[in-house]
């Protein structure tokens, strides 16, 4: 059994690192080849570039552990991140593929943020930096705490070794292949995760004793603190806002947006949405049928499941020959790692462009600042490591708080920014620095868990909004002094 799995881990281990090679060849002589891949990305590329960077471990661990546990009520998360996906790639992808170029050729969200709000460029890339790197910690570290779940479940090992070792392929291509190996990757992995998510649930849904949708149906209607409804008593208003909150989270993470500034063209912009949402869609659907079969599987066989996120890989061992499960732990390898690697590449650049080159050495080469992302690569993704290294850590748990981070952040900021040619850098500032205490407050408070007695609020919401009515205000109550204009373009 082992052996056959190591087989199909090789072949995928050897696959990437081959593209990396091929990457650094091709694609890192400079810091805009390094960062953004030239600015050349095709639409399939940049379409499942995106997703796979964008859907993680949470894709296979996460939300269908979040199914197994409660039942159907949790999929109004995919749901909410499907609606905000596609509005983000509507609104955010070609305006953003547009002006970073135009205002001076930004390759980082903090530069394009500094190019856009010239009066406050440097407070807001030097608060912009620090809040990419302090979250992608937290979120990156996920990704690894899915690996070493992975490792520790899958094959019997050490949880810290599976974090250090997942964390140790994933340095190799990026250090080595920069923007052009990560995209690449993420397109092969991107295919890889959704051919898994079409093969799981129909096998599932026979397996065994069989029975299909009837029989699946007849075994979860007996399961306690489990439910096929789309909602339950229990369920409040508030609480299904927090679920679909998550989509209002896409217009602000950086290493999703990243890939808009990246396509070929504006013109392809649409092209590489409707790719992107066809492969979510069928994603999303693939893992919430995991979710929801593999705990009528269980329940139907009398399995035990002591974690719930680890129900792909107790499947996967459990119904498949050992080639085909080597190649569902490469698929759920290659949503860790696919996200892991956009990751640490956005932290890096934003160290490496809007720290180093901003405040060390504004002279700095195009070589010098490629060696000086490759070193902070190294660094966060340590940082990272350190951070996964409680294996009780959950996926879903650490992702929420790092997503709610960005999309509080970011979102409002990069919406108005975008759209609104009165918006101010002061407001800006001030749009940064409220979103980003909110989620940190909301979460420090225990709000998120419990809100005035009853259920908790996802931080997100507040967050998201406090931080639009602060960029508001502060924008109307001062002077644009030389901002260059989103809309008109003066």
Known sequence: ???????????????????????????????????????????????????????????????????????????????????????????????????????????????FLGNRFPSRATALRMLAAVIVVLFFAVYT?????????????????????????????????????????????????????????????????????????????????????????????????????????????????????????????????????NIAMVWMAISLIGAIGVGVLG????????????????????????LFPAIITGFLFAALLAAIMSTVSSQLLVSSSSLAEDVYRLLVNKKASDKAIVTVGRIAVVAVGVVAALIASDPDSKVLGLVANAWAGFGAAFGPLMILSLTWSRMTGTGAVAGLVVGTLTVIGWISLGWNARFLGGPGVYEIIPGFLFSMVAIVIVSLATEAKGEFRAMTGD
């Open 1 to 111: 059994m082992q052996t056959g799995i190591w087989i199909s881990l090789t072949i995928y281990f050897v696959a990437m690192l081959g593209i990396g090679f091929y990457a650094w060849k091709k694609s890192t002589v400079n810091s805009e080849q390094y960062m953004l891949g030239g600015r050349n990305l095709p639409p399939a590329v940049a379409a499942l570039s995106s997703g796979a960077s964008d859907m993680s471990g949470w894709l296979l661990l996460g939300l269908p552990g979040a199914l197994y546990a409660a039942g159907l009520v949790e999929a109004w998360i995919g749901i909410g991140l499907f609606i905000g996906a596609l509005i983000n790639w509507i609104v955010v992808a070609p305006r953003l593929r547009e002006q970073t170029e135009r205002y001076d050729n930004a390759l980082t969200i903090p530069e």
């Open 141 to 273: 570290a996920s990704g690894l705490v899915a690996g070493g779940k992975l490792f520790s479940s899958a094959f019997g090992g050490y949880y810290e070794t599976g974090v250090w070792l997942t964390l140790g392929i994933v340095l190799a291509y990026t250090v080595v292949g920069g923007f052009l190996a990560v995209c690449l990757t993420d397109f092969v992995q991107g295919v890889i995760m959704m051919l898994a998510l079409i093969i799981m649930p129909a096998v599932v849904l026979y397996a065994g004793d069989g029975g299909g949708f009837v029989q699946a149906g007849q075994t979860l209607s007996n399961v306690e603190g489990f439910t096929l409804s789309w909602w339950t008593p229990e369920m409040t208003i508030i609480g299904w806002l927090s679920l679909m909150a998550w989509g209002l989270g896409y217009f602000g993470q950086p290493h999703i947006i990243v890939r808009f500034m990246a396509v070929r063209t504006v013109k392809e912009v649409p092209t590489a949405r």
């Open 295 to 318: 705990r009528a599987y269980t329940q139907r066989n009398g399995i035990i499941v002591e974690d719930p996120e680890t129900i792909f890989i107790l499947l996967a061992e459990t």
